[in-house]
Every structure is written in C-alpha cells, then in structure tokens.
C-alpha cells in the first residue's frame, strides 16, 4: 500500500471517529420486544466502527449510558397510557399496585383517549413524532450528525425521521421491520397513513431496507422510484450468554416462545398432536408442548378443553427480570431456548407472512435446536428452516403438520434430532451490510 493510500485510510478512519448518527427508536432497550432488539444489537458494532450512537426512544424501556440516550414521553394520551403502563411495571412489577396504578391511569386518560381516536384513528405512539422531532433539532445543531436513523415499532419514528430530513438536509435511513401495508387492508385512518407513509420513506430515504425479500418486492412493485436505494438486510441475533448444554430429558420439549393470536394461533398444533395421538396414544405421555412470552391464544385454548390435552400444552406466561438469579426475562429465555428437544415456529396464514420472518428465529438458530416451522407463503424463511435441519409444514395443512410432528417425535424417540451444522446468522453482518450500502 502507498504512503497516499495509507494517509487517505487514516484521514478516512478520522472521520468515521468524529461520526455521529442521530437514531429514532420508540421502544428501544425494551426487554424482550423484537424491535427493541433489533436495533439495540446493533449499536456495539456500530461504535466499533466509530459511529457515535445519540438515541431517542420513549421511556418504556431502560436508559442506556454508554452513550447519550434522551427518553420522551409522546403527546397524546393513548400513547402517554401506554408508556406509563411500562414504567409502573418496571418501578413495581405487575401485581397488585400495577393493577391499581394502571387502573386510575387508565381511568383519567380515557375521555381524551376517545377524542383523540375520534380526532385522528392513527396508532397509539403517532404522537411521538412531535417530541422526538423537536429535541431531535436541538441535537443537530449541537452535535451535526452525520446521519439520521429511524427505525420501527412505532412508526413515529419514520415520520421524524423524514420531518427532520426535509429541515435539515441529513442523509435519513429507515430500518423497516414488519409490512406497513398490506394488500386490501387500507380501509382505516391508520392503515391509510402507513401507506402514506410508506410512499414517504420509498420516495426520500436515502436507504431503506426491509427483513425479507417479499418485503422488499412487494415495496418495490408498489413504489418503483423507490430503485437500488431498496435493500434486504437479515437482521440475525446476537450469540447468546448461556451456559446451558442441551440434555435430552424424559419427554420431549416442544418450545414455543413469543405471542399468539387469532391470526398466529397454536391450533394447528392443537389438532395435529391430537391426530398423532388418535393414532398412537401411547406418545401422549411423552410429548409437552411449552409456551413462553404470552399465552395460548383463545380458540387454541378451547381446542385444547375440548380435546382434553391440558396436560400437553404448558402456558408459562411471560418471563420477567429474575432477583434470585440475577437473569433478565430474555436471558432466561435464551437458556430456555438451549434447553429445548424443538423449538416452535407459529408463523400464521395472513397475507403479511409473505413478507416477514419472526425475529425470534435467528435466535433459535443460535439455540442449535432443531425448528419445527408452521409457515405461509414464505419460500425464504423455509429455506431457512430445512438447510438448519428443521422441519417445515404450510400452516393450513393439517395433514401436513401432523407428519412433520411425527417425524420430529420419532426423531426424539430415536436420538436423531439434529443440532445445525449451519453457522447462526449474527448481527455484524447486517451493520456490514448498512454501513456498505450507506457508503455506495
């Protein structure tokens, strides 16, 4: 290398020191919520490389100091009870003084809350914007960012993001992480915003990028001027800090974690384990079903009663910060995860599932446990799963998901569950990733 190019690369890495990126982030160091994770993972590989992180989020989560991190409450009253909801859970945990806090709050907000949805229909945190938006301004005349970063939940971030852009002139990124639109819903006020807004971030955002490769297609179909500034970027997870060995117990594990519902439902599990057992009773002794992060939607539950298999399905509810071990709720989840014969991948039947991979799954590939994946429409995320060794059936498929239960159940029974030989994706790689596509 010549003396010039070594004094460019010196002069290139002194710039990269001095940076600053300005990150918008709601719901950011929120324990346990996958957009939490999603970008506080990525902030030690970001000052790695120099980048000095200032981040603006609500106050659901915890202040971070190793760097400038400013917590803001939104404006509005449903995004005001929503906030205060987790302060008080994390000041007094969720008995009987959260019952009662939450209740008068609750209480005061409600007539304005009814206004607003009157006034507005937009999400709950839409009001973030004008905090976020305003301190934001502050900050950049003081520490001149070299970057504006604005990434999801709540989708105040973006529009910040884009508010700020059109004031200032900052390069603006935007990091999406599920669909904003979905085909044929655009009736309400809320869902005809996020369309909106989604043509905001195509048309301005200097680079964009989304989970999956329907995301990015079916942004690209809807906004073509959108170019090469669209991008895919697999977010992974972080290696865990577990010191957990997997051991095969006297039953097998089928662990589920994360939340349920009417559209991402436990049934076709409920009714496929109930086929297998029709058919060979005696593996019902040995087969439990355990559900962590929320609990068992309710027309899984009524399946459940119906076809007696409460002694199958395990609702362990959601896992908090433990005093007695010192744990937070998503360590003990990650030692959960290790402990598991198979993890579970409800992935649902709506028509956004073409376009998104549950973030939870790149920590279950650091689990090197075997996925048994129920999904719709998503040739990437199925990929995903089998080359890991894993097992895949669509969600609709009753007859299906009984056979790919099977298997993995004789499997067990044989010892044959394979640990992926496949190296996990972490989250280097997507700051790799940005950082390249920023810099082009």
């Known amino acids: 290398m010549t003396a010039a190019s070594q004094l460019n690369l010196a002069e290139k890495h002194d710039v990269e020191a001095r940076q600053h990126w300005l990150i918008l982030s709601h719901c950011f160091n929120m324990d346990g919520r996958a957009a939490s994770q999603t970008i506080t993972d990525k902030l030690p590989h970001l000052m790695a490389r120099g980048i000095?992180?200032?981040?603006?989020?609500?106050?659901s989560g915890s202040r971070d100091d190793r760097f400038m991190h400013l917590q803001l409450l939104?404006?509005?009253p449903a995004g005001l009870r929503f906030d205060m909801r987790h302060v008080v859970a994390m000041h007094f945990g969720r008995g009987v003084v959260y019952r009662v806090l939450t209740l008068i709050i609750s209480l005061l907000l409600a007539p304005f809350i009814a206004l607003e949805r009157l006034m507005f229909g937009l999400q709950n945190h839409a009001s973030w914007v004008f905090p976020a938006t305003i301190r934001s301004l502050l900050l950049i005349r003081k520490y001149k960012p070299t970057v504006i970063y604005s990434t999801g939940g709540a989708y105040s971030a973006h529009l910040s993001g884009y508010w700020l852009k059109k004031l200032t002139g900052l390069p603006w990124i935007a990091e999406i992480h599920d669909p904003m639109v979905i085909e044929g819903q655009t009736k309400s006020?809320?869902?005809?915003?996020?369309?909106?807004?989604?043509?905001?971030?195509?048309?301005?955002?200097?680079?964009?990028?989304?989970?999956?490769?329907?995301?990015l297609e079916m942004a690209r179909r809807r906004h073509p001027q959108l170019g090469e500034r669209g991008i895919v970027v697999l977010p992974g997870a972080e290696p865990p800090r577990s010191e957990v060995v997997y051991q095969r117990g006297e039953q097998m594990a089928i662990c589920h974690f994360g939340s349920l519902a009417t559209t991402r439902?436990?049934?076709?599990?409920?009714?496929?384990?109930?086929?297998v057992f029709a058919k060979e009773p005696e593996l019902r002794a040995f087969v439990r079903v355990h559900v962590y992060g929320g609990k068992i939607d309710p027309v899984a539950v009524r399946a459940i009663e119906q076809r007696k298999l409460q002694d199958v399905f395990v609702s362990h509810?959601?896992?908090?910060?433990?005093?007695?071990?010192?744990?937070?709720?998503?360590?003990?989840?990650?030692?959960?995860?290790h402990q598991a014969d198979c993890l579970l991948l409800v992935h649902g039947s709506i028509d956004d599932c073409r376009e998104y991979i549950p973030s939870k799954l790149y920590e279950y590939f650091w689990a090197k446990r075997p996925v048994i994946a129920l999904t719709h429409e998503n040739a990437q995320l199925d990929s995903m799963v089998l080359e890991r060794g894993g097992y895949v059936a669509p969600y609709v498929d009753e007859g299906a998901a009984e056979r790919v239960l099977r298997q993995a159940i004789q499997d067990w029974q044989n010892d044959q569950l394979v640990a992926s030989p496949v190296q996990p994706l972490g989250v280097e790689q997507a700051v790799e990733r940005i950082i390249s596509a920023l810099q082009r």
């Not at 809320?190 to 995301?215: P, Q, S, Y």
């Not at 439902?265 to 086929?275: I, K, R």
């Open 52 to 59: 000095e992180p200032i981040v603006l989020s609500g106050v």
């Open 74 to 76: 939104p404006w509005g």
């Open 189 to 215: 006020r809320n869902a005809r915003f996020m369309a909106k807004l989604e043509g905001i971030i195509c048309k301005h955002a200097d680079l964009v990028w989304w989970f999956t490769d329907g995301a």
């Open 265 to 275: 439902s436990l049934l076709p599990v409920v009714h496929a384990l109930d086929s």
């Open 317 to 337: 509810g959601r896992l908090e910060y433990s005093a007695e071990t010192g744990r937070t709720g998503r360590e003990r989840v990650v030692d959960l995860m």
